[in-house]
């Protein structure tokens, strides 16, 4: 009998600590429509192959990253910049509305010709394309935030892929770190 006590106790306090049932914190709750995908640089070596152009991810030296030791960096040389491509059917299982790509920013010169690409291709042929410029970045020297929303107004289809990328067109050095692109 006190065996069978000793189960039943145990079993009442094994199931009130699980997570099991309902929870009432919206905020804990998975959003089945909503993917992150984030990059903080220092492994992007191993991010091959939805992550593209990794020559242009370099030992921070000029300026300390924004965290860690590497940065995506664009330049006369090197006008795009680490760049995210996936064909959407290995990116989700529900077609996104809306891609944001947050990140931080470092450029050498005030309100540079800068811009986050989107680019929606399907057989290697461009469908969509959508820019978001910040040439408005007027704070030179410091790691400023951005963040850069597309609308995908066109239909769209599990075998088209998705790249994102950024474009430095002033060709002054402009670098990119932590980025995090969400799709949803």
């Keep these: 009998m006190k065996k069978i006590l000793a189960f039943a106790i145990a079993s009442a306090i094994i199931s009130g ?11 804990t709750q998975p959003q089945p429509n909503k993917l992150e995908i984030t990059n903080d640089m220092e492994t992007a070596s191993t991010m091959i192959p939805s992550w593209q152009n990794e020559k242009t991810v370099i030992a921070a030296k000029e300026l300390a990253a924004h965290s860690g030791k590497f940065v995506c960096a664009t330049n006369d040389t090197a006008e795009f910049g680490y760049t ?16 944001t790509v947050n990140g931080w920013v ?15 291709s399907e057989n290697g042929k461009l469908y969509d394309w959508k820019t978001f410029p910040l040439d408005s970045l007027n704070e030179t020297g410091k790691w400023v935030e951005f963040d850069a929303s597309f609308y995908l107004d066109k239909p769209l289809n599990p075998e088209q892929s998705v790249k994102v990328y950024p474009w430095n067109q002033s060709k002054k ?9 969400t799709f949803e």
Excluded: M, Q, R
């Design 17 to 27: 600590c699980s997570n099991s049932g309902n929870n009432s914190n919206p905020a």
């Design 173 to 181: 050095p402009v670098f990119i770190d932590d980025l995090k692109i």
């Design 84 to 99: 995210y491509c996936e064909l959407l059917k290995n990116i989700t299982s529900f077609i996104p509305k809306k891609v």
């Design 106 to 120: 470092y450029t050498t010169v005030a309100n540079p010709k800068f811009s986050i690409i989107l680019d929606v």
